[in-house]
Protein backbone atom coordinates (compact mmCIF):
# COMPACT_ATOMS: atom_id res chain seq x y z
CA UNK A 1 0.00 0.00 0.00
CA UNK A 2 1.52 3.53 -0.84
CA UNK A 3 0.54 6.59 -0.35
CA UNK A 4 -1.95 6.98 -3.15
CA UNK A 5 -3.75 4.14 -2.02
CA UNK A 6 -3.73 5.61 1.14
CA UNK A 7 -5.17 8.81 -0.08
CA UNK A 8 -7.64 7.13 -2.23
CA UNK A 9 -9.64 5.08 0.44
CA UNK A 10 -9.18 7.94 2.89
CA UNK A 11 -11.49 9.99 0.39
CA UNK A 12 -13.68 7.26 0.22
CA UNK A 13 -13.90 6.94 3.92
CA UNK A 14 -14.47 10.86 3.74
CA UNK A 15 -11.41 11.65 5.76
CA UNK A 16 -9.83 13.81 3.61
CA UNK A 17 -6.77 15.82 5.12
CA UNK A 18 -3.92 15.03 7.75
CA UNK A 19 -2.15 12.80 4.83
CA UNK A 20 1.31 12.06 6.92
CA UNK A 21 -0.97 11.13 10.04
CA UNK A 22 -3.50 9.08 7.93
CA UNK A 23 -0.59 7.68 5.94
CA UNK A 24 1.01 6.10 9.54
CA UNK A 25 -2.03 5.25 10.83
CA UNK A 26 -2.49 3.17 7.63
CA UNK A 27 1.09 1.98 8.22
CA UNK A 28 0.25 1.11 12.19
CA UNK A 29 -2.94 -0.76 10.95
CA UNK A 30 -0.97 -2.31 7.79
CA UNK A 31 1.54 -4.01 10.68
CA UNK A 32 -0.67 -4.99 13.08
CA UNK A 33 -2.88 -6.79 10.53
CA UNK A 34 0.24 -8.03 9.21
CA UNK A 35 1.00 -9.59 12.27
CA UNK A 36 -2.38 -11.19 13.03
CA UNK A 37 -1.66 -12.98 9.62
CA UNK A 38 1.86 -14.40 10.47
CA UNK A 39 -0.17 -15.82 13.73
CA UNK A 40 -2.99 -17.77 11.70
CA UNK A 41 -0.25 -19.55 10.15
CA UNK A 42 1.96 -20.05 13.08
CA UNK A 43 -0.12 -20.87 15.41
CA UNK A 44 1.16 -23.11 18.43
CA UNK A 45 2.41 -26.36 16.32
CA UNK A 46 2.68 -29.47 17.88
CA UNK A 47 6.44 -30.81 18.32
CA UNK A 48 6.31 -33.14 15.70
CA UNK A 49 4.60 -31.21 12.86
CA UNK A 50 6.51 -31.52 9.91
CA UNK A 51 5.59 -27.96 8.43
CA UNK A 52 6.86 -25.99 11.30
CA UNK A 53 9.93 -24.96 8.82
CA UNK A 54 7.14 -23.68 6.22
CA UNK A 55 5.57 -22.07 8.74
CA UNK A 56 8.00 -20.20 10.18
CA UNK A 57 9.39 -18.90 6.34
CA UNK A 58 5.35 -18.25 5.76
CA UNK A 59 4.82 -16.16 8.90
CA UNK A 60 8.54 -14.37 7.99
CA UNK A 61 7.33 -13.63 4.79
CA UNK A 62 4.23 -12.08 5.92
CA UNK A 63 6.14 -10.22 8.61
CA UNK A 64 8.79 -9.09 5.59
CA UNK A 65 6.49 -7.18 4.02
CA UNK A 66 6.30 -4.24 5.86
CA UNK A 67 10.04 -3.73 4.77
CA UNK A 68 8.95 -3.34 1.07
Known sequence: MNRDD???MARQANLEGYPEELERFAA???????EACAKVVWTTPEPDDEYIPLRRAIADAIRA???E
Open 65 to 67: RGN
Open 6 to 8: IIR
Open 28 to 34: LVAAAER
